[in-house]
């Protein structure tokens, strides 16, 4: 069964930093991997979807990466603001299974 | 533009009521899912859906029932309420463009 790690668990930095987000899968069979951001109480956002032929897939100041047989996928938020802040999840996505989610990484972006 | 709608974000029910979360999504995806999120516990999938009158059982399915009559609605029943189902309740929908989630219900049982 897929098992999903994230790291780090929390990230505290200062506005206007890149920073980069992790994401390890132990099963490599998957077809496409999604990430999201979740405000407190509040549903999931999608923020990318990387489909297991792709590399990389870009929206804003967001990248993420795919190293699907490594099992492992970054997202790359460039020049973070407050408005970042919210807990960001991966959810890879095999063949014949449901999404299995990420613990998530929490993420405060300080003015 | 709202695409997965949760009918309620805060609900308080008593124990032993019947409680009904109701999910209805636009987007004609023929995939439906109720999941709970608790501190410290993440995601866990409670039942699913792929077609109408279509389910499946997920990982947490004890307690709880759901019913798919049309495409668009995926309802999440706990037949007798209990303070240790108080949590928050999120639906999604997926196709081939990844999961869509709603905006969660916020259910407190006491």
């Known amino acids: 069964k897929q098992e999903v790690t994230q790291i780090p668990a929390a990230l505290s930095v200062p506005e206007g930093e890149n920073l980069v987000l992790n994401c390890s899968f132990t099963?490599?069979?998957?077809?496409?991997l999604q990430w999201f951001r979740q405000d407190p109480g509040k549903g999931l956002t999608s923020l990318l979807l990387?489909?297991?032929?792709?590399r990389e897939q870009t929206s804003g100041r967001l990248n993420a990466s795919l190293d699907k047989s490594s099992g492992r996928s970054t997202l790359y938020i460039a020049a973070s603001q407050p408005g970042d802040s919210a807990t960001y999840l991966c959810?890879?996505?095999?063949?014949?299974?449901?999404?299995?989610f990420g613990p998530g990484t929490r993420l405060s972006v300080l003015p | 533009d709202v695409k997965v709608t949760q009918s309620s974000r805060y609900l308080v029910k008593r124990t032993g009521e019947k409680v009904f979360l109701e999910c209805v999504q636009d987007?004609?995806?023929?995939?439906m899912f109720w999941y709970r999120q608790d501190p410290g516990l993440g995601l866990r999938l409670i039942y699913f859906?792929?077609?109408?009158?279509?389910?499946e059982k997920g990982d947490i399915p004890e307690g709880y029932s759901v019913s798919r009559e049309k495409k668009e609605r995926f309802s999440l029943i706990l037949e007798s309420a209990s303070t240790n189902q108080t949590s928050m309740y999120l639906c999604?929908?997926?196709?081939?463009?990844?999961?869509?989630f709603g905006s969660g219900t916020r259910l407190t049982v006491v």
């Open positions: 999604a929908s997926s196709s081939n463009d990844g999961y869509t």
């Open positions: 099963d490599s069979a998957i077809y496409n």
């Open positions: 990387i489909q297991s032929s792709q």
């Open positions: 959810a890879p996505n095999n063949y014949g299974q449901n999404f299995v």
């Open positions: 987007m004609d995806h023929e995939n």
């Open positions: 859906s792929y077609d109408v009158k279509m389910k």
